[in-house]
Nanobody, 119 residues
């Protein structure tokens, strides 16, 4: 089994910053892509940013230039640095890890962490 645990959410004023962290543990063997997704109230879960094992990244247009995703392969951890936060960034942020446990692929999600941007 693969466990994914997020941390770092909270309440922040518009223009502020937050850093989310996500640790992956268990029968992971090899983690390929790690990503952050966001779900606002009443909306579907959308991609925020994803990073591959070699460090290549992809961002949603709405966060380009403001958010930065990074990972530490030695610690099986992915981070999301969020700057210049806007009220529309509010939502539950979910971490996702995709990889392979020797021969069995996995696609695992965390429980989510709430981010609220409000004055």
């Amino acid at each position: 089994q693969v466990q994914v645990v997020e941390s770092g959410g909270g309440l922040v004023q518009p223009g502020g910053s937050l850093r989310l962290s996500c640790g992956v543990s268990g029968s992971i063997f090899r983690i390929n892509a790690m990503g952050w997704y966001r779900q606002a109230p009443g909306k579907q879960r959308d991609l925020v940013a994803v990073i591959s094992r070699d460090g290549s990244t992809n961002y949603a247009d709405s966060v380009k230039g403001r958010f930065t995703i990074s990972r530490d392969n030695a610690k099986n951890t992915v981070y999301l640095q969020m700057n210049s936060l806007k009220p529309e960034d509010t939502g539950v942020y979910y971490c996702n890890a995709r990889g392979i446990d020797v021969i069995t692929p996995y696609d695992s999600w965390g429980q989510g962490t709430q981010v609220t941007v409000s004055s």
